[in-house]
């Protein structure tokens, strides 16, 4: 029987990376998605297509009722939830004297809250099984923190430190949980800066170049295999924090 995994805002940048990396692993994939439906739908088409089993499901993850939802058909349809990836998330560049109460609450209910009730509700399913693997994509700046995205850098510094703390509780039960901090990588996130902003920044990472989205699948998929790690925050960021 095909194992099964959940990946949060799969339809694109890293989480479509991790998608195609587990399909090709042969996993039922269920791809999350919340306003992103037409790429969603046709990353299944390609999938279904070429004979592999994938599902869509819309379900805004801040939201608990609606992960419910998402975790109840992933347990009908496929019985089992061995994989959790919490990637979903949103970016904001923002000074800390401008930044709202409202701009504060969607930060961490987008990234933190999500990765909270996603566990939370996959949890029980891994328990009964006795086995399990939670991977959060945090980021690099909950390692460092960032200038001008302090809400941003809270809410991924507080979903590696839940990342440590369940680890040590699920650990009895075979479940191990882990954090990835990426570094700068090719993704519709990083639009906004121009060639002489990336060329800057290259030229800070020791590696020479920013990261691509298959890096941090890989880990992903390193993550999943290794039976002996957890509780880490793997930072994939070509040497950039050193």
Not at 116 to 135: A, L, R, S, T
Not at 184 to 212: A, F, S, V, Y
């Amino acid at each position: 029987m095909n194992k099964t995994a959940i990946v949060t805002g799969g339809s694109r940048g890293i989480g479509a990376a991790i998608v195609k990396m587990l399909v090709m692993e042969g996993y039922n994939v269920v791809i999350n998605y919340n306003k992103s439906e037409e790429l969603a739908k046709k990353m299944k088409e390609e999938f279904t297509s070429k004979g592999y089993c994938v599902e869509t499901f819309k379900a805004d993850v801040s939201k608990r009722e609606e992960v419910k939802k998402l975790v109840e058909f992933t347990i009908e349809k496929f019985k089992n939830i061995d994989v959790l990836i919490n990637n979903a998330g949103i970016s904001q560049t923002k000074l800390f004297t401008d930044i709202t109460d409202e701009d504060w609450k969607n930060m961490l209910s987008t990234n933190l809250n999500s990765a909270f009730y996603m566990c939370q509700e996959v949890v029980p399913n891994m328990i009964h099984n006795k086995k399990g693997c939670i991977i959060n994509i945090s980021s690099i700046w909950g390692i460092t923190g960032a200038s001008c995205e302090v809400h941003y850098s809270v809410a991924k510094a507080g979903a590696d430190a839940l990342t440590k703390a369940l680890a040590k509780e699920l650990g009895p039960s075979g479940i191990r949980v882990n954090s990835i901090a990426p570094g700068i990588i090719d993704t519709d996130m990083n639009k906004h800066l121009n060639e002489k902003e990336i060329q800057e920044i290259e030229d800070e990472i020791p590696l020479c170049k920013i990261g691509k989205v298959q890096d941090i699948a890989k880990c992903v998929k390193w993550l999943i295999e290794d039976e002996y790690t957890t509780g880490q925050v793997i930072s994939v960021n070509g040497g950039w924090n050193i």
